[in-house]
């Protein structure tokens, strides 16, 4: 399983489910980031709360590509400019914690 983060990851690492909601409410307008990746993630999350209220949060997950195909495909759509890491991860706890090793580039 594969991990996109902004920052290279230790090896150990434990990414902890919500912190990708932690990175979306700290967003601000004025500071680098996304608008319509903020817009999108409310809009999923009203969505959620109205059709489906006892569903987990988008805000509260963690989120990891299956295979390193799937993980280049999600760079290719979400990361054009390069900017994230990959981290080849495996599940710790079954609340979706996970532990880091840096993923090398297939081929």
């Not at 608008?35 to 990891?64: I, V």
Request: hydrophobic share 35%; with cysteine; glycine share 6%.
């Amino acid at each position: 399983m594969f991990h996109w983060s902004p920052i290279r990851l230790r090896e150990g690492s434990i990414v902890e489910p919500g912190n990708f909601g932690r990175m979306i409410r700290r967003y601000r307008p004025d500071q680098f980031g996304d608008g319509w990746r903020l817009a999108r993630e409310l809009l999923f999350e009203q969505a959620r709360e109205a059709y489906a209220p006892k569903a987990s949060s988008r805000l509260n997950a963690c989120f990891m590509c299956p295979t390193y195909d799937d993980a280049m495909r999600y760079q290719a759509a979400y990361d054009p400019h390069f900017l994230q890491v990959l981290h080849e991860v495996e599940i710790v706890e079954t609340r979706c914690v996970v532990t880091c090793r840096c993923a090398e580039p297939a081929g």
